[in-house]
């Protein structure tokens, strides 16, 4: 089994700034991709970042506020949110595409979310 644990959500004034982390554990022989997604009330959940090898995609609402890094020797990924907006209030969901030990298939597997909220 694979966990992905999530941290670092929480309130902040519009134009300051949060750093959510995802650790994930378990059964992992590889981990293709990281990143993270989001729900904001009402809406679809929608790609905010992911990083493969050594790309960095992100959404156009937040290129050049939110950056995405990972820590491969801990299988961390983080995304440092700066200049928030109220637009960014959202739960907050890392993703990863894994592959387990002996499979040569690739599996996704989701945060429990984090609540960001950004107050104007």
């Known amino acids: 089994q694979v966990q992905l644990v999530e941290s670092g959500g929480c309130l902040v004034q519009a134009g300051g700034s949060l750093r959510l982390s995802c650790a994930a554990s378990g059964s992992i022989f590889s981990i293709i991709v990281m990143g993270w997604y989001r729900q904001a009330p009402g809406k679809q959940r929608e790609l905010v970042a992911l990083?493969?090898?050594?790309?960095?995609n992100y959404a156009d609402s937040v290129k050049g506020r939110f950056t995405i890094s990972r820590d491969n020797a801990k299988n961390t990924v983080y995304l440092q949110m700066n200049s928030l907006k109220p637009e960014d209030t959202a739960v907050y969901y890392c993703y990863a595409e894994i592959r387990p030990p002996g499979r040569y298939s690739d599996y996704d597997y989701w945060g429990q979310g984090n609540q960001v909220t950004v107050s104007s």
């Open positions: 990083t493969s090898g050594g790309a960095r």
